[in-house]
Each structure stands twice: as C-alpha cells, then as structure tokens.
C-alpha cells in the first residue's frame, strides 16, 4: 500500500522494509536536522498495526510476550519482544493500552504473521486479533509538533522507552553516555483516511516532512535495533542489547524464556551489536547484508547503513562476540571502526554473582 505522501513534491519512494513510502523529499539532511530540532515529521504508514481486544487482553498478552503487560495502564509506552522456543526473536511490537483496546505496532512485512499467530494463541479466552489497516502511523520527535484530529483530539501516541533501562531489565553495554538519549522518537496512531488531513495542518502550522531515511539515521545513530534490520533468524534479545526496553527478567513463563534466563545468568551471547563508523572518502556506502571483514575473514554481517548529518556514514553489524573491540574492520572496500554497544564480556547489568563448586556465590 503506498500513501499519499508519495506524491509530495520531492518525495522519492523508499524501498526494502520500508516500500510504500517517502525515502525522502530532496533533502535528506535538512530533514534530519528538522526531526532533531522538533519540527520533523515522518510518514511511517507503512508500519503494520494490530489490535486486541476484550477484557483477557493484558493477561493474555503477558503469558506470550517478555514484557511485563497485566498491569500496563492507559496511555503508557512499553515494547515487546515474542520468541520461538529457543529463545529467538520473531516478533517486536511497541505497544499501548486505551483501555479498550491493545495497539502493537510492528514492522510493515510481520503484522500479518504477528496477527495470525495470535490469533492462533486465543484458544477459550476472551480476546479478539485484527489487523488495523485502516490506520496509520506517523513519527515524529517527543518534544516535536503536536498532531491533531479533525475533531481537535490528539491521535493516541506512543513514546519510544529506548534506551532507558526498564524495572526488571538489563543493559548488555558498559558506556554510561548512551547516545540514545539524544533521541526521543514518538508513533502517532492515525486513521488512514485522515493522514493528508493530520499532515497538512501539521505542515502548515510549521512542520516538515522528513523521510525515513532521516528517520533511520537517527535510529543508527542511537544504537535502536529495529525487527526488520537487526534481527536474523538465530538472533537474541541479549546480542542486541533489547533487554534494557524489551525484556523483563522476573516476569511470568512465556516461551522462549528459558533460554534467555540461561544467556542472562551464563553471559556471552554468541554475537554482539556494535556501531560502526564507516570510511566516506570515497564516497562508496556498503548496503545492508554485506559482511564484515576483519584480516580477511568474515566475523558478522552489517545490518544496517546510514549517512548522518554530523557523524557522516554509519552503520550497525552483528560481530562475533569474541573479536576484540580494536580490530580493523572492512565492509566490502570500505574501511569501518567499531564503537562499543554489547560489551565483549557479554554480561548484562543485575546478573546474579556465579557459583563456584562448593555452592557459593563468589563475586564477579
């Protein structure tokens, strides 16, 4: 489905995870800027929205997710995580409650699968999965316009919690300053059929469009992993550093929850996510999927690529955990240093002290 957007003056269609809207409007960077001074605004239509309804709906949901849900209150921001019996990620939502109804919103090409599969998950209970076509998502920053209805109501907003350490949680990085704090992304709920509507009173009351590939380079720049980029079919919430906003350790059974209780208590996830800072000198910018070269040999892959307004090309890869954080890195010809965000040692905050063989715990 493409929007509307897309015929604006400047928009160029975006492709990958992200067809059906604007790449950007002709200036990338002067976008990017927009979004960082609160004035920015995405068109993220493209994104797919369920809903559940009906009172087992918060109960039901926190027996399947790694998020702590039963109690989520109107209007709180929370995102989670479903995992296949070993641990694995398959579906990432944020997600928000109204009162009545339970809004995830996911990548464009899972909301069908993350719909079926709940779906198929109801079994006696009283809840009810549909796919929420009509209605679209717009981004914007926290601190950024605020959009309205046409009735004057607000749309329902959801504030990203990244990279905040949530109760229960944990962080796999050792850097104090996180650069995601920098970065206060906000998804606003639209009905479809007012998102020209919502958008020009936006625009006109001084707004600007931004595409997503400003959008994702402030992602990038923030270390955010993102389902439709980060994550591969063996990938784990702890390689990614998703427990801080996505997982909550102490909550109830779900699947999968063995194996992160496992990885969290004996450390050293097999991969770790790191930032990249690309070399620009020539102009050449890797694509998403190469791999990542050190003395030759392969140790990950790049998961995603992006040109920042200040930091220039950057990028995230998934790298095995045991390479030292000083080697030199290429992406294809081009040359990367990497910055630390899953921590070599791949322990995460709040692990317990290890057992030694008499059954005492030592500190680490």
């Given at each position: 489905m493409s929007s509307p957007l897309l015929t604006r003056p400047g928009a160029v269609a975006a492709g990958g995870p992200d067809q059906g809207v604007a790449a950007h409007y002709g200036e990338p960077v002067a976008e990017q800027r927009a979004l960082v001074r609160g004035i920015g605004l995405t068109d993220?239509?493209?994104?797919?929205?369920?809903?559940?309804?009906?009172?087992?709906?918060?109960?039901?949901?926190?027996?399947?997710?790694?998020?702590?849900?039963?109690?989520?209150?109107?209007?709180?921001?929370?995102?989670?995580?479903?995992?296949?019996v070993h641990g694995h990620i398959e579906h990432a939502a944020a997600v928000l409650d109204d009162g009545e109804c339970t809004w995830l919103?996911?990548?464009?090409?899972?909301?069908?699968?993350?719909?079926?599969?709940?779906?198929?998950?109801?079994?006696?209970?009283?809840?009810?999965?549909?796919?929420?076509?009509?209605?679209?998502?717009?981004?914007?920053?926290?601190?950024?316009?605020?959009?309205?209805?046409?009735?004057?109501?607000?749309?329902?907003?959801?504030?990203?919690?990244?990279?905040?350490?949530?109760?229960?949680?944990?962080?796999?990085?050792?850097?104090?300053?996180?650069?995601?704090?920098?970065?206060?992304?906000?998804?606003?709920?639209?009905?479809?059929?007012?998102?020209?509507?919502?958008?020009?009173?936006?625009?006109?009351?001084?707004?600007?469009?931004?595409?997503?590939?400003?959008?994702?380079?402030?992602?990038?720049?923030?270390?955010?992993?993102?389902?439709?980029?980060?994550?591969?079919?063996?990938?784990?919430?702890?390689?990614?550093?998703?427990?801080?906003?996505?997982?909550?350790?102490?909550?109830?059974?779900?699947?999968?929850?063995?194996?992160?209780?496992?990885?969290?208590?004996?450390?050293?996830?097999?991969?770790?996510?790191?930032?990249?800072?690309l070399d620009g000198s020539d102009h050449i910018t890797p694509e998403h999927g190469e791999p990542v070269l050190a003395d030759g040999r392969e140790v990950g892959r790049l998961t995603s690529v992006a040109r920042h307004h200040e930091l220039g090309p950057i990028g995230l890869a998934l790298l095995k955990r045991s390479l030292a954080v000083d080697a030199e890195l290429t992406v294809g010809t081009v040359a990367a240093s990497q910055e630390e965000i899953v921590a070599p040692e791949g322990f995460g905050t709040g692990r317990p002290d290890p057992i030694d063989r008499a059954g005492l715990r030592r500190p680490r």
């Open positions: 993220l239509s493209h994104l797919g929205v369920v809903t559940v309804t009906g009172p087992d709906r918060l109960t039901w949901l926190h027996s399947l997710a790694t998020q702590q849900l039963s109690g989520l209150t109107p209007g709180d921001s929370v995102e989670t995580l479903l995992l296949d919103v996911t990548e464009a090409g899972h909301a069908d699968a993350l719909a079926t599969f709940l779906d198929s998950m109801r079994f006696m209970l009283r809840v009810e999965v549909r796919r929420a076509e009509e209605v679209a998502v717009l981004g914007t920053s926290a601190d950024g316009p605020t959009l309205r209805l046409r009735d004057g109501s607000a749309p329902l907003r959801w504030v990203d919690p990244w990279p905040a350490v949530g109760e229960g949680s944990s962080a796999y990085g050792t850097v104090t300053d996180h650069p995601g704090t920098e970065r206060s992304a906000v998804l606003w709920l639209v009905p479809r059929e007012q998102l020209v509507d919502v958008v020009d009173d936006a625009t006109g009351a001084g707004a600007r469009l931004a595409g997503v590939t400003a959008w994702e380079a402030l992602r990038v720049a923030a270390w955010r992993p993102r389902l439709a980029r980060e994550v591969d079919e063996r990938a784990l919430p702890h390689e990614l550093d998703w427990l801080r906003t996505a997982v909550h350790l102490s909550k109830g059974c779900y699947r999968g929850q063995e194996t992160v209780a496992r990885v969290f208590n004996l450390g050293k996830p097999p991969r770790r996510l790191v930032f990249l800072h």
